[in-house]
Nanobody, 117 residues
Framework: VQLVESGGGLVQAGESLGLSCAAS????????MSWYRQAPGKEREVVAT???????DYTDSVKGRFTISRDNTKNTVFLQMNSLKPEDTATYYC????????????WGKGTLVTVSK
């Protein structure tokens, strides 16, 4: 199983950035896909989740600014981040969860997003 994130980088406050996560080795179409982030000295937190049926959920701090989407034909999940703030600075991780009799969770290695003032 591999989850490979891409798209991180350095941007200024107010700018936009898009992240991608390409998955392989899992039944992507049934997976719950999420983006988490972890800032220095802080715990990892969930940012956004998209279910297999494309229902989405966001943490309050990013609602209205971030959009999670998925392309099941390409086994890829996206995170479009607009109006970025310095407090969005973190390493962003892709997460895949397969729910069922045996719950399986997979993580990518992360991509760094830095938002300068």
């Amino acid at each position: 199983v591999q989850l490979v994130e891409s798209g991180g980088g350095l941007v200024q406050a107010g700018e936009s950035l898009g992240l991608s996560c390409a998955a392989s080795g899992i039944r992507f179409d049934v997976a719950f896909m999420s983006w988490y982030r972890q800032a220095p000295g802080k715990e990892r937190e969930v940012v956004a989740t998209i279910a297999s049926a494309a229902n989405t959920d966001y943490t309050d701090s990013v609602k209205g600014r971030f959009t999670i989407s998925r392309d099941n034909t390409k086994n890829t999940v996206f995170l479009q981040m607009n109006s970025l703030k310095p407090e969005d600075t973190a390493t962003y991780y892709c997460n895949a969860e397969i729910r069922g009799p045996i719950r399986r969770v997979y993580w990518g290695k992360g991509t760094l997003v830095t938002v300068s003032k």
